[in-house]
C-alpha cells in the first residue's frame, strides 16, 4: 500500500514538472477563436485591446468558473464507487482501459498514444475518444483530490502535444478520423466543467484546451465522413460544441452545420417504415438516441424551430418501429453488430422517448411496462423498406415470436444474413442471433473472428458450399393473418442461384419453411439451424431430426420432412453477446447436392413444444403441389392430426 502510494506521488510530482512545462505563452493568437463580443467577456476584450494577454486569460477563467455548467468537487452529494476509483488511480499511472471490451493497458510512463496492444482497431479509436478520461472527473469531484485534476490536465496536454495533425501517417484512421474527433468534443465538453474549479486549472491551460477544442470542431466541420451513422454522430457532438462553447467565434456555425447534417441525413438514412438503413437494432436505437439529444440541444439552445415537424415525426416513426423487431422481454435479434440489452435498459430508453412524445400511447406502455398506454393493436407485422418481419401470436411472456430478417442491400454494420430468423416462446430465446464478437479490422487485416461472425453460414439460412450471399430481397407474399400466415421473399444469393425461402406460421403456433435453390450453380446446398448456449441437443441424424431437451418442458424440434437427398449434421458455431466473449452452441446443417439446373427444396418444420417427448410429423405432397410454380397444397401431419395446407406465392 505504501509502494502504491509513492508511486502515485512520484508520478503526481513529475506530471506537476511536465505540466509547467508544457504550458505554452499567453499572446493575442491564443484569443483568435474567441467571439470577445459574447455578453460576459467585456473584461477579456478590454485587457486583450491593452495587450494584458495574461489579465485577459485570468478574467477568461474567471467567466467560465462562473457558467451555471461549471461544477466543483462535493463529497456530500457526488459518490464514486471502487471500480471507477480504481480506474482512476490506474490512469495515475497511465495504465488506460479505454474499451470495455478488453482489460487495462500500460501506456508507459512517457505515455505513448500510438501504443496498440491488440489488433483491433477500434481499442485504438476508442483510446483517442479519451472517454477513458471520465472516471478522473468522477472520482475529482467525489474526493476532491486534487493528483485527479492535476493529471487530468498533463494527460490533456501531453495528447495535444503528441497528436498534431499529420504527426503520423494514419492518424486520419484514428486521432484524426472525424468520428473519432467528434466523440473528443462531446467528452472533452464535460471534463471541462469537471475540472474548470481547480487551482490546477490555470489561464494558461485554458487556453490551450480552447484553441485545441476549437481546432477540433473546425476539423469535424470540414471532415464530416460521406455517410452513414459516423456522420450522425459528428453532426450531434458540433451541434454540442456549438451550444456547449457559445464563446467560440465558430459556434453558431457548427450549430447551424450540424443541424443541416441531420434534417438531411433523417430522410436519406431511415426508411419510411422508420428503420435506419444499416438495419441493425442496436445501431437503430443509438440513431434515434442521436437525433433526440440533438432536438434537445436546439430547444434548450432556444433553436428548435430548426428542426422541422417532420423530423419529429419521423424520430417517432423510428421509436414505434422499435416493438416489431423487439420479444416480449424486451430484447431483440443480435442483427448487424448489434449486442445484448436487458428490459431495464429498454424501458429507461422508453422513459426517456415518452417524455418527448407523451401523447404516443404506445411508447407510454412500454415505458410503464404495460402498467398505462395502450399495448399495439397489432400482433405479427412488417416493416417493408428494411425487411424485417415478425409472426407473434401475443405480447406476453407467454407469446410465440419469430423475428426474420429478409431486406434490401444495407450498409456498414449488416451482416449477409437475408432469411436468417430468432425464435422467441414461453419466455426463452431459443436460436438466439450469433451476434458479432468484434466488428473491426486494423486497417486491411484479416480477423477470423469477424470473418465467421459475418459469414451466412453463422446464420439461419441457406447457403451454397458454405459461401457468403449477397442481400437483395425481394417480397413475393405477406399475410400476416389466418391460421396460414405466409412470408414469401426471393434473394439472388449468388451469380447462378435464387433462393426463395418460405414461412408458413400455422395456427399462430408452429412453422413450416421451404426453402427452393434454383438457377445454374452446382454445389452443396445447406440449410444452417442453430439453438442457445445453454440448449442440450437430441439429435436423430437418420430421421433429419433434432430436439431441445430442457427440463421445464419448453423444448423446440428441427426437422426435415422430404427427407430424400438430405442428410444432417452437427457443425461448429457460437453466440457472442458482448464484445469479444462468445460461447460455443448447438448448431446443426442440413445438406443436399444441387447439380447444374435441378432444384433444389428443404421443407422444414419449427415446432415448439411442451413435454419432453418430441412430436411425431410427415409430409404428404398432394397432387396441386409444385414448388416451382408456387403453388403449395401440402398435408402435414402431426401426431396423428392431420393439417391441409394451401397457398399461391
Known amino acids: 500500500m505504501i509502494k502504491k502510494y509513492l508511486l502515485t506521488v512520484s508520478i503526481f510530482c513529475l506530471s506537476a514538472l511536465a505540466l509547467i512545462a508544457q504550458e505554452p505563452a499567453v499572446g493575442s493568437n491564443s484569443f483568435s ?25 485570468a478574467q477568461l477563467l474567471a467567466y467560465f468558473r462562473k457558467r451555471k455548467t461549471a461544477l466543483s468537487p462535493d463529497k456530500a452529494t457526488n459518490k464514486v464507487n471502487a471500480n471507477t476509483l480504481q480506474l482512476a488511480d490506474d490512469i495515475l499511472q497511465h495504465k488506460f482501459k479505454p474499451h470495455k471490451g478488453y482489460g487495462t493497458f500500460d501506456y508507459g510512463k512517457d505515455i505513448n498514444w500510438q501504443y496498440r496492444p491488440v489488433k483491433d482497431q477500434l481499442l485504438s479509436t476508442f483510446l483517442h475518444r479519451t472517454t477513458f478520461w471520465e472516471s478522473l472527473g468522477s472520482a475529482y469531484l467525489a ?81 464530416y465522413t ?24 465558430q459556434a453558431n456555425t457548427w450549430r447551424k452545420s450540424g443541424i443541416t447534417v441531420l434534417n438531411e441525413e433523417i430522410t436519406k438514412q431511415v426508411y419510411p417504415d422508420g428503420m435506419q438503413f444499416e438495419l441493425s437494432p442496436s445501431y437503430h436505437i443509438g440513431t434515434i438516441g442521436t437525433f433526440l439529444r440533438a432536438l434537445k440541444m436546439a430547444k434548450d439552445a432556444g433553436i428548435a424551430s430548426e428542426f422541422p415537424k417532420s ?15 423487439s420479444f416480449p422481454d424486451y430484447t431483440f435479434p443480435l442483427y448487424g453488430n448489434s449486442f445484448i440489452t436487458s428490459k431495464g435498459a429498454m424501458i429507461k430508453n422508453y422513459q426517456a422517448w415518452a417524455e ?37 401470436n401475443g405480447w406476453n411472456q407467454k407469446a410465440t415470436v419469430m423475428q426474420i430478417k429478409a431486406g434490401p442491400p444495407a450498409e456498414f454494420h449488416s451482416h449477409p ?3 436468417n430468423f430468432v425464435l422467441w416462446v ?15 479490422n486494423v486497417g486491411n487485416q484479416e480477423n477470423s473472428k469477424r470473418d465467421w461472425y459475418r459469414s451466412t453460414k453463422a446464420h439461419q439460412t441457406l447457403t451454397l458450399d458454405n459461401k457468403t450471399i449477397e442481400n437483395n430481397a425481394r417480397l413475393v407474399k405477406w399475410e400476416p393473418n389466418g391460421d396460414v ?14 433462393h426463395q425461402r418460405t414461412f408458413l406460421f400455422i395456427d399462430q403456433s408452429y412453422f413450416l419453411i421451404i426453402d427452393k435453390a434454383s438457377g445454374t450453380s452446382s454445389g452443396t446446398l445447406g440449410i444452417h439451424f442453430v439453438l442457445s448456449e445453454d440448449a442440450k441437443a437430441d439429435a436423430d441424424l437418420n430421421n433429419l431430426q433434432f430436439n431441445t431437451t430442457y427440463a421445464d418442458g419448453n423444448n423446440l424440434s428441427i426437422q426435415v420432412l422430404n427427407k430424400t437427398g438430405i442428410s444432417l449434421k452437427a457443425e461448429e458455431s457460437f453466440v457472442s453477446y458482448e464484445y469479444q466473449k462468445e460461447t460455443p452452441r448447438p448448431a446443426f446443417v442440413f445438406e443436399k447436392e444441387k447439380l447444374n439446373n435441378q432444384p433444389g427444396t428443404f421443407v422444414s418444420l419449427v415446432m415448439p413444444y411442451s413435454g419432453t417427448v418430441a412430436p411425431k410429423a410427415s409430409l404428404k405432397e398432394n397432387a396441386g403441389n409444385n414448388y416451382e410454380t408456387g403453388t403449395i397444397d401440402l398435408t402435414l401431419t402431426i401426431n396423428g392430426k392431420e393439417k391441409t395446407i394451401k397457398q399461391q406465392l
Do not use: C
Not at 460521406?226 to 450522425?232: C, I, P, Q, Y
Not at 414461453?426 to 473491426?440: E, K, V
Open 33 to 57: 477563436g474567441i467571439n470577445l463580443s459574447q455578453p460576459g467577456l467585456e473584461n477579456v476584450a478590454k485587457a486583450v485591446a491593452k495587450n494584458d494577454y495574461d489579465k485577459a486569460s
Open 143 to 223: 474526493t476532491g483530490d486534487e493528483h485527479y485534476a492535476k493529471e487530468w490536465i498533463f494527460e490533456v496536454q501531453d495528447w495535444i502535444k503528441k497528436n498534431r495533425q499529420g504527426a503520423y501517417a494514419d492518424d486520419k484512421d484514428y486521432a484524426w478520423k472525424a468520428f473519432v474527433v467528434s466523440f473528443r468534443l462531446n467528452n472533452w465538453a464535460t471534463f471541462f466543467n469537471q475540472f474548470i474549479n481547480s487551482p490546477n486549472f490555470t489561464p494558461q491551460f485554458l487556453l490551450t484546451f480552447l484553441n485545441s477544442y476549437n481546432e477540433q470542431a473546425n476539423y469535424v466541420m470540414a471532415n
Open 226 to 249: 460521406d455517410m452513414g451513422n459516423h456522420r450522425l454522430y459528428e453532426a450531434e457532438h458540433l451541434l454540442l460544441a456549438g451550444t456547449s462553447f457559445p464563446e467560440f467565434t
Open 311 to 325: 423530423y419529429r415525426d419521423l424520430v417517432e416513426k423510428m421509436i414505434t418501429a422499435v416493438p416489431k423487431f
Open 356 to 392: 418527448v412524445f407523451p401523447e404516443d400511447q404506445e411508447i407510454a406502455y412500454f415505458a410503464t411496462d404495460g402498467k398505462s398506454g395502450s399495448r399495439p393493436a397489432y400482433l405479427s407485422s412488417a416493416l417493408n423498406n428494411a425487411g424485417f418481419y415478425a409472426f407473434r
Open 417 to 419: 444474413d437475408n432469411g
Open 426 to 440: 414461453n419466455g426463452r430465446n431459443f436460436t438466439p442471433d450469433a451476434g458479432s464478437f468484434i466488428y473491426a
Open 485 to 498: 400466415q405466409v412470408l414469401s421473399y426471393t434473394n439472388p444469393d449468388y451469380k447462378g442461384l435464387d
